[in-house]
């Protein structure tokens, strides 16, 4: 009986030995190595680099912004730069989610400027209101996008509170993991369409009056000037985030908040709108109470996610002004302060950090 015992494990362990033997023979194909002998997995990112210029005045491949673009072809897998030279040019950009990779390089926000004057109200081509979304300046569909030392500009005039339809977009951004370093935008109402997907905006202007940060973005806002231009009331981001299992938020971390007021510094544009602030500075310019519930009646302010970090200067008190802004303390604070808050480690390289 034991030699039948005997003979059975044996054969048991001949057949996991075979077993484990085919198994990792299959497997091989997908190690990856570094010498010849050994197979690579397939790299899905872009592959090649290609330069163009573009030059106002006729000097580079292309003399607008959108002619660089049309120049990449479509479903493109290259890493795409558009050097733009010193200048300001005069029209609507489209950035289409078929081509990603594509960096725009300025020589300097106050020198390298795309800008133009839509409005939500004013008509398109097939003569129906463009919306607030459709009159930006430059938008951006596409993912992989980046943009440095450049600025974009909407030039409507800023409306007077309460005004319909003079949301005027300079820049709208869509796609996913789009980097922004040293840039510019200015407008008034409504500047900046932080409309979805992960975003990094270090060192960057960003100018308005009413909401001129918001939309439903997963972003971080680095070393930023946020600078209000507000003559009656003003406010800074409104964040549209509307269910609590979004990821989606605006987190602003060594920022700048200065220009006129008074303002509020976040709006619950969304349901669950959550805006964290972090070791920034505010100028007194903060309107009484800090935050606003956008309108009243949903209970928003039981559901936003509204905090402040070891924040500072003559407006924070103010932005301490309603019980339902958040005194973070760091282990709260804390997911909201690194760049893993839009994955960034996947994405962003650590001295774009």
């Not at 605006?250 to 669950?272: D, E, H, I, K």
């Not at 905090?307 to 973070?328: K, N």
């Amino acid at each position: 009986m034991l030699l039948n015992l005997m003979a059975s494990l044996n054969s048991l362990f001949v057949m996991f030995f075979f077993m484990y033997f085919l198994l990792t023979s299959l497997a091989v194909p997908l190690i990856e190595c570094s010498n010849s002998t050994k197979l690579h997995r397939r790299w899905v990112g872009p592959s090649g680099h290609r330069l163009i210029t573009v030059d106002v005045s006729g000097f580079g491949d292309f003399q607008s912004v959108q002619a660089a673009v049309d120049s990449v072809p479509v479903d493109n897998t290259e890493t795409i730069l558009i050097q733009i030279s010193p200048g300001c040019y005069i029209e609507k950009v489209v950035v289409p989610a078929s081509k990603p990779y594509i960096t725009f390089q300025g020589a300097g926000r106050d020198v390298t400027v795309i800008e133009w004057h839509d409005r939500a109200s004013d008509r398109g081509q097939d003569g129906q209101q463009l919306r607030t979304y459709h009159s930006a300046s430059v938008s951006v569909f596409a993912n992989y996008f980046s943009a440095r030392n450049i600025s974009f500009k909407n030039t409507a005039p800023a409306p007077m509170p309460g005004m319909e339809g003079w949301q005027a977009v300079a820049f709208r951004i869509s796609g996913d993991k789009a980097y922004f370093s040293g840039c510019g935008f200015y407008g008034a109402q409504d500047t900046l369409c932080d409309d979805a997907g992960r975003h990094y905006f270090k060192e960057c202007y960003i100018e308005g009056s009413i909401d001129f940060i918001f939309g439903n973005g997963r972003s971080m806002y680095k070393d930023c000037e946020l600078h209000s231009i507000a003559t009656e009331f003003g406010s800074i981001a409104a964040q549209d985030r509307k269910t609590p299992y979004e990821k989606t938020g605006f987190a602003f971390v060594r920022c700048r908040v200065t220009g006129t007021g008074p303002l509020y510094v976040g709006r619950a544009m969304g349901q669950y709108s959550r805006i964290v602030f972090s070791y920034t500075y505010f100028d007194d310019v903060v309107a009484h109470g800090g935050w606003d519930d956008w309108d009243h009646v949903n209970n928003k302010n039981k559901t936003v996610f509204f905090g402040v970090y070891s924040c500072w200067g003559p407006g924070i008190a103010a932005v301490r002004g309603v019980s339902w802004a958040r005194e973070l303390d760091y282990d709260s604070a804390h997911p909201f302060l690194a760049k893993s808050f839009v994955n960034g480690r996947h994405w962003i390289a650590p001295s774009d950090a």
